[in-house]
C-alpha cells in the first residue's frame, strides 16, 4: 500500500527454503537457498485488482460444491461408530444445521490408510448411506505416508511394483520414516514420552512420490477401489508436507549438502529435516531439496481428480499443505490451533491471508484443536466461524467434546441461531465463489479492499467483509457484550432489522449479547438469501429472498449464481443460472443474464425487504404488472419496506414498481406533482399583474 491509497503486489515463485525480513524502512529481504529467482509484479491499483491479477496468473479457485458451504463436524477421537450415529442424531433433535460428518484416523485399522476397523467402526459403509438420504455428506481423511510392515497390504505391495515412493538420497531405495500406522498386535503405553512411542509402536512407513508419472493410475485407483466400500464426499489430505515423526528418515540423514547448507533458514528445529523427510531424497526427476514446499500440492492435483472419477461429482479436496495455485485443487484449514481467545483473532488474519493467496475456501478449527474451550468461547467461535469459508468444528485426540449439543441446551439455543443465519446467507457466499472463480476476486476481504483511501482501514484485522457487501464485526474477547465497529463512509445497515447506522468513518460501540454477533449491510448492494433447513439439500427447496440495501445514490444492485451445486465445471460448460438485481428508489428489476440451468425443482422468490427507503409508506405496489399491495409493510421505525408471500420463477425476469408516500406534512410526490402543476398558473399570472 502506497500512501495515496494505491497498492502493488510481488510473487516471488520459488520453492526452496526461505525466510523473509521485514525491515521498517519498509523493505523486505528475501533469503532463499536454491532455485530460480522468479519475480512476478503486480500493478493493482487497489488491493482487490492485486489479488485478481495474482489469481490469473497462478491459477484460479476451485468452485466448492454447495453442500460444503453448510455446517461441518470432526473430531480425532469418536473411537467407535456409536458415537458418530449419537452425535449426528443429537444435531438433527436439536434441529442444529450439519451438512457434513467426517471421519479422522480413528475409523482406521491402526491408522492405515485405504482400512476401516471392523470393529468399533463396524457398519460404516451402511451409516454412510444412510445419512445422505438425510441429506449429510461424509468426507474420509488420508495421508500421504504408507505403512511398510503389514503383510498383505496392497497400498505398500502394489506402490512398490509401481515404484511410486520417494527414494532415499543415499542408498536409491525407499525411505523410511514414521508416521500414524502402527504395529499389529501391540498395546500402546500412551504414558510414555511421544519420541519413544515413536520408536516402540510406529510402523517403517513410506511416502509416496506425487510426482511420479504412475502416480495418478496408483493413488487414483486405490481411491476409486476405496469408494466402493465407503462412499465419501470428499477427501481430506492432512500431513503432507510431508510430516515425519523421526528427523528424515528411520537412521537419520547423512552429512550431505542438501540436509546440512551453509545457511539455513529460521525453520524449526537443527536441521532441515526436522519433522519431515531428508533433503536428498529423490522425487523422480527432483531433489526434495527443491520441491518440498510443492509436496501438499502435487498431492491436491492427484487427490481432487480421483475424488472426483470416484463420486462422478465436483467433490471437495481440503489439504493442510499448500503452495501458490493450490487454490484451483484444494481449501484450507490453519491447522492445529488452541482453544484461547487469541486463537479467534488470530483466525481472522489467517482466512484473510489465504484469500490473498488465492485459497478462499479455509477456515480455523472451530472452538479449537488442543484442550478444551469454555462454554462462552466455544459460543464466540461458532459465531465467528459461521463466517468462515470452510465452517468446521473440529478438536483433537483426548479432549472432551466441542460440538454445539455438547455444552447444554441454552449452548444449543445460541448456536442455532447464528448456524441459521450461516445457512440464509449461503447463496450470497456460494455467488461470491463463482466471482471469485470468475473474476479472481477475495470471498473474505478485509475492509482495506473496499476502502483504500481510507488509513483507518489499514489496520483494521478484527473485523471482515463477505465480499463488498457484508460487514462482519465478532466478538474476539472473553466476557464482552459489545464490539468497537469501524463503518467506512458508506450508507450501512444493521442486517437484522434494516436500521440505518448514522455514523460514518468512526468507531461505533455496538451491542453484542452472548447469542449475537453484530452484522451490517452496505448500501448500494443487493444481497440473495434463502430460509435455512437442516443441511442444504433441503434448503435449496425453499424460498429465496432479497435484501435490498440503498446507496447514497439511492441505488443498489447485485446477483445471484445458481446451479446444480455439485456436477463438474458448470462454469466451464455453462450450466448455470446468473440473475441480475437492480434498484432505485422507484422499484427492482432481475434480468436473467445466464439461463444454462434449468430443473423443475428450483427454488422460488419468496420475499423481498428494502432497506434506506426516505418515505412514511408505500401507496402502491405492482409486480410484473399486478397489483400487490397488499403483499407489503413498511416499517416507519426502521425505514424498511417488506414484501412477502411471493412465488416469482428464479429462472425469469421480474419488475417492481412502487410509489412511495412523501414525509409526513409534504404529501406523496404525486401530490406535490399535482400542486406543482396548479401553482404555476398563479406565478405567471402574478408575474403579469406586477408588470
Same mark, same amino acid.
Not at 458415537?83 to 482406521?108: C, E, R, W
Not at 459461521?386 to 441454552?410: I, K, L, M, S, V
Not at 430460509?531 to 435484501?547: H, Q, W, Y
Not at 455439485?566 to 455453462?574: Q, Y
Given at each position: ?17 526461505m ?10 529481504t ?24 495474482? !489469481? ?10 454447495y ?6 463436524l ?22 442444529l ?22 470393529v ?23 495421508d500421504?505416508?504408507?505403512g ?8 505398500y505391495?502394489?506402490?512398490?511394483e509401481?515404484?511410486?515412493?520417494i ?26 514420552p511421544?519420541?519413544?512411542k515413536?520408536?516402540?509402536?510406529r510402523q ?5 512420490d ?6 495418478s ?13 465407503i ?23 547423512s552429512?550431505n ?15 532441515m ?9 529423490r ?9 518440498h ?16 472419477k470416484s ?13 501458490p ?9 490453519l ?46 467461535? !461458532? ?6 469459508p ?23 439455543s445460541?448456536?442455532?441461531?447464528v448456524?441459521? !443465519? ?38 483494521i ?18 466476557g ?16 437484522y ?36 433447513a ?19 445514490n ?5 446477483e ?13 460448460n ?34 423481498v425487504?428494502?432497506y ?28 424498511v ?43 405567471v ?7
Amino acid at each position: 500500500m502506497e500512501n495515496d491509497g494505491k497498492a502493488h503486489g510481488v510473487l516471488l515463485m520459488n520453492s526452496n527454503a526461505m525466510d523473509v525480513a521485514l525491515q521498517p524502512k519498509p523493505a523486505i529481504t528475501y533469503r532463499t537457498i536454491g532455485g530460480i529467482l522468479d519475480f512476478y509484479v503486480f500493478l493493482g491499483p487497489n488491493p482487490e485488482d492485486v489479488v485478481k491479477q495474482y !489469481t490469473e496468473t497462478i491459477g484460479r479457485t476451485f468452485l466448492p460444491p454447495y453442500w460444503s458451504l453448510g455446517f461441518q463436524l470432526s473430531r480425532w477421537g469418536y473411537n467407535k461408530i456409536e458415537t458418530v450415529k449419537g452425535l449426528v442424531a443429537n444435531m438433527s433433535k436439536h434441529n442444529l444445521p450439519q451438512d457434513v460428518q467426517f471421519g479422522d484416523i480413528d475409523y482406521m485399522i491402526r491408522m492405515k490408510d485405504f482400512t476401516y476397523d471392523p470393529v468399533n467402526f463396524k457398519g460404516l459403509p451402511d451409516f454412510v448411506r444412510s445419512i445422505r438420504k438425510d441429506g449429510l455428506r461424509y468426507i474420509i481423511i488420508l495421508d500421504p505416508a504408507i505403512g511398510a510392515n503389514d503383510t498383505g497390504y496392497r497400498p505398500y505391495d502394489w506402490g512398490n511394483e509401481l515404484n511410486v515412493f520417494i527414494k532415499d538420497g543415499d542408498t536409491g531405495e525407499n525411505l523410511f520414516g514414521k508416521v500414524w500406522p502402527t504395529y499389529e498386535n501391540v498395546k500402546i503405553d500412551e504414558s510414555l514420552p511421544w519420541d519413544e512411542k515413536t520408536r516402540l509402536y510406529r510402523q517403517y512407513a513410506t511416502f509416496l512420490d506425487f510426482f511420479h508419472p504412475n502416480i495418478s493410475t496408483y493413488w487414483g485407483n486405490l481411491i476409486q477401489d476405496f469408494y466402493k466400500t465407503i462412499e465419501f464426499d470428499g477427501l481430506w489430505i492432512d500431513m503432507n508436507e510431508p510430516a515425519n515423526f523421526v528427523k528424515g528418515r528411520v537412521n537419520g540423514c547423512s552429512k550431505n549438502k542438501w540436509d546440512y547448507p551453509p545457511y539455513k533458514p529460521r525453520i524449526i528445529g537443527n536441521i532441515m529435516a526436522e519433522k519431515t523427510v531428508c533433503m536428498n531424497v529423490r522425487q523422480t526427476d527432483n531433489l526434495h531439496y527443491n520441491v518440498h514446499s510443492l509436496y501438499g500440492w502435487s498431492q491436491s492435483r492427484v487427490t481432487l481428480e480421483a475424488a472426483r472419477k470416484s463420486t462422478g461429482k465436483r467433490s471437495l479436496v481440503i489439504s493442510r499443505s499448500t503452495f501458490p495455485s493450490s487454490g484451483k485443487y484444494a481449501g484450507h484449514w490453519l491447522g492445529d490451533n488452541n482453544a484461547s481467545w487469541d486463537q479467534l483473532y488470530a483466525s481472522i488474519i489467517g482466512m484473510l491471508e489465504f484469500n490473498l493467496f488465492g485459497v478462499p475456501y479455509v477456515g480455523a478449527d472451530v472452538c479449537g484443536y488442543f484442550n478444551h474451550p469454555t462454554s462462552e468461547m466455544c459460543l464466540r467461535w !461458532t459465531q465467528l466461524g459461521a463466517f468462515y469459508p470452510f465452517f468446521r468444528n473440529h478438536n483433537g485426540f483426548g479432549y472432551e467434546a466441542q460440538d454445539p449439543t455438547a455444552f447444554g441446551d441454552e449452548f444449543v439455543s445460541k448456536a442455532r441461531k447464528v448456524l441459521h !443465519t450461516r445457512y440464509w446467507l449461503i447463496p450470497f457466499l456460494y455467488t461470491l465463489f463463482y466471482e471469485a472463480k470468475v473474476y479472481g476476486s477475495t470471498v473474505v476481504r478485509s475492509l482495506m479492499h473496499e476502502f483504500p483511501e481510507d488509513k483507518t482501514t489499514w489496520d483494521i484485522d478484527r473485523q471482515f467483509l463477505w465480499g463488498s457487501i457484508l460487514l462482519i464485526s465478532p466478538v474476539l474477547d472473553e466476557g464482552k457484550t459489545s464490539v468497537e465497529v469501524y463503518f467506512p463512509e458508506a450508507r450501512w445497515y444493521d442486517y437484522y432489522t434494516g436500521k440505518e447506522v448514522s455514523s460514518r468513518k468512526k468507531y461505533v460501540s455496538v451491542d453484542a449479547p452472548l447469542d449475537h454477533i453484530p452484522l451490517h449491510i452496505r448500501g448500494g448492494y443487493i444481497l440473495p438469501i434463502q430460509e435455512p433447513a437442516n443441511n442444504t439439500v433441503f434448503s435449496r427447496k425453499k424460498p429465496m429472498g432479497l435484501i435490498v440495501a440503498l446507496g447514497d445514490n439511492k441505488k443498489a444492485e447485485g446477483e445471484l449464481f445458481w446451479d446444480d451445486g455439485e456436477s463438474i465445471d458448470t462454469v466451464e460448460n455453462e450450466k448455470y443460472l446468473l440473475v441480475q438485481f437492480s434498484s432505485d428508489e422507484s422499484g427492482l428489476k432481475f434480468s436473467v443474464v445466464k439461463k444454462g440451468y434449468t430443473d423443475s425443482n428450483l427454488p422460488n422468490f419468496g420475499f423481498v425487504s428494502v432497506y434506506g427507503l426516505d418515505t412514511e409508506g408505500i401507496e402502491s405496489l405492482n409486480i410484473d404488472g399486478k397489483d400487490m399491495k397488499t403483499k407489503s409493510s413498511f416499517d416507519k421505525d426502521n425505514k424498511v419496506l417488506k414484501i412477502t408471500e411471493l412465488s416469482l420463477s428464479i429462472s425469469e425476469a421480474h419488475s417492481f414498481e412502487w410509489t412511495l408516500a412523501s414525509p409526513k406534512g409534504t404529501g406523496s410526490k404525486l401530490q406535490t406533482l399535482a400542486v406543482a402543476s396548479l401553482l404555476i398558473p398563479l406565478i405567471v399570472s402574478f408575474a403579469f399583474i406586477k408588470e
